[in-house]
């Protein structure tokens, strides 16, 4: 039933939107789901608006128009009431004025030469091209172990039909994010495989229409989840391991629904989300962020927790990190240290460095996890951390990234495809992933600079959950980078393997032994290569 209302279409009659807003105000309502003492105040809520100086400023029908907007399916947002003509304007993506164009077609030339050279480099890399989903909304790729090709080929010649998912483990899927499809994660990839020894199946995922390639097809993530779904269904993949990126997360909450309701749909053994997008949606930080570029004025206090219990109720000091499956959240706030309810906190001064000891964890009840505050570089391999750089050298470095990702982002959001994703084909009822929703094994993993995700909120929600509920539930493990962006651990090496360990359900230490195994096997062949060069040439 649920998975019916949650998003409507155009032929929506008025009983299932009702039915679909009260379900909605139920998790809204639901202080399980660790967001309500985020809304208390209003400050959100005037955030949604633009030229509002606070939540004194509000009106009854700013609040009707914006909960029209939440609540109801947007193809009968046109009928929300309207404020008085002086008010100020609700950042309504769905309902705005599309602002987008088509690049010269040179531009589209270019990205499609781009989608070529990536599909060569994932042959290298060992991938097969699937297929496409039934829909036509995704390409798939696939990198079969050596031992199921071995078991498919010994099934053929016996007439026998193999298993598909026979395996111990079950498959990976790879959700990538908005901007050049699968182009920008070869590396990991690549690593990924390598970090399985070769012994896992991975399907990699690629959508053209967030991957600013000419297409006639825009979906939305939850039509892109159901026709991947299928697709792999079709496989007889019955359980995967999910790992997204960005706008790859709303596909995989749209996923992680489906298999709670459909028991047709793979089921998500693992699911691991870097910089997601697809928590805490009715917040303004997404859309103001990545569509508006008009980022969230902070308040006096801008993520709220829950209030503490008597001090002699909360240890003294955390428990040592571990590698649990419970909630570990990093904060950094400049006001004074309060303690909150299950949790334990220390705050860190901008600039300064990073310990371990400055998180917020939850740590009577749920054990924290590990956490990674590191600002420094580490090295490409083995992850090991050099010296921070200091003076005009950061500042160059800091302002190159302001200046990259600021030239990304409005070539990326202003073109047609992307933006008809964001603003017409986004709805955010159907993907918004919901704490009770996660998985029992589940990690996010969160860039203390991330200028999309609204990193504190949701590390506030998802602790608040656990203090809570308690132990009596899962919950997931947290990591914060403070020091990345969104979209660093692509050029990170720690963060990558503690990802890539996630994902796969393994130790960081695996990890990286692993990819040191491939980096010297690497370098012992380009040795040999080199000395028989040179015997040819003596």
């Known amino acids: 039933m649920e998975l019916q209302l949650v998003g409507l279409g155009v032929d929506a009659t008025a009983e299932d939107a009702m039915a679909r807003a009260e379900l909605l105000v139920n998790k809204l309502l639901d202080p ?34 914006l909960l029209a907007y939440l609540l109801l399916p947007p193809p009968q947002q046109r009928d929300a009431p309207l404020p008085p003509p002086s008010s100020a304007r609700l950042f309504a993506a769905s309902s705005d004025p599309l602002v987008a164009s088509y690049r010269p077609l040179s531009f589209y030339l270019l990205t499609e030469t781009v989608a070529a050279a990536t599909h060569l480099a994932l ?7 699937a297929g496409v989903t039934p829909g036509g909304a995704a390409t798939v790729y696939e990198w079969t172990p050596r031992r199921a090709k071995s078991a498919a080929a010994a099934a053929a010649n016996a007439n026998t039909e193999a298993e598909p998912d026979s395996l111990p483990e079950p498959p990976l899927v790879f959700l990538h994010g908005i901007g050049l499809g699968l182009t920008p994660y070869l590396r990991l990839l690549g690593r990924l495989v390598v970090a399985s020894r070769g012994q896992r199946a991975v399907y990699a995922v690629q959508y053209k229409h967030v991957s600013m390639r000419l297409t006639a097809n825009i979906p939305a993530p939850h039509e892109v989840a159901a026709d991947v779904a299928v697709f792999l269904a079709a496989r007889g993949v019955r359980s995967v391991s999910l790992l997204a990126h960005s706008y790859g997360t709303l596909v995989a909450s749209a996923l992680t629904k489906l298999a709670a309701a ?9 699911l691991t989300l870097v910089d997601p ?13 990545t569509i508006y570029q008009q ?16 001090q002699a109720a909360l240890p003294k000091s955390p428990p040592p990190l571990s590698a649990s499956r419970n909630v570990t959240v990093a904060c950094q706030d400049n006001s004074a240290a309060e303690p909150c309810w299950g949790l334990s906190v220390e705050p860190s001064n901008e600039g300064a460095q990073p310990t371990e000891a400055q998180a917020l964890a939850v740590s009577a009840s749920v054990p924290p996890a590990e956490v990674v505050t590191s600002h420094a570089p580490s090295d490409p391999v083995s992850g090991s951390r050099a010296a921070p750089r200091k003076g005009p050298i950061a500042a160059a470095a800091a302002l190159r990234r302001n200046l990259v990702r600021n030239l990304l982002r409005g070539l990326v959001v202003a073109e047609f495809h992307c933006s008809v994703a964001l603003r017409r084909r986004l709805d955010w009822a159907r993907v918004n992933l919901w704490p009770s929703e996660l998985p029992p094994d589940c990690t996010v993993v969160l860039s203390g600079r991330d200028n999309l995700v609204p990193v504190r909120e949701v590390a506030a929600i998802l602790a608040n959950r656990a203090a809570m509920v308690g132990p009596a539930a899962h919950h997931p493990t947290v990591l914060l980078r403070e020091d990345l962006g969104h979209g660093g651990f692509l050029g990170d090496a720690a963060c990558q393997q503690q990802v890539l360990a996630a994902a796969l359900g393994c130790s960081t230490e695996e990890v990286r032994a692993a990819l040191e195994e491939a980096e010297a096997a690497r370098r012992r062949r380009r040795r040999g290569s080199g000395r028989r060069g040179r015997r040819r040439r003596g």
């Open 32 to 65: 399980t789901e660790g967001h309500v003492p985020l809304l208390t105040g209003g400050h959100l809520l005037a955030q949604w608006f633009q030229g509002l100086a606070g939540p004194h400023e509000l009106s009854v029908s700013h609040v009707a128009q």
């Open 123 to 129: 042959r290298l890399l060992g991938f097969r091209m």
């Open 262 to 270: 459909s028991p047709a749909a793979p089921a998500i053994a693992r």
């Open 277 to 289: 997008v697809c928590f805490a949606m009715f917040l303004p930080h997404l859309v103001r962020n």
């Open 295 to 310: 980022p969230v004025a902070p308040a006096a206090a801008s993520v709220r927790v829950l209030s503490a219990p008597p």
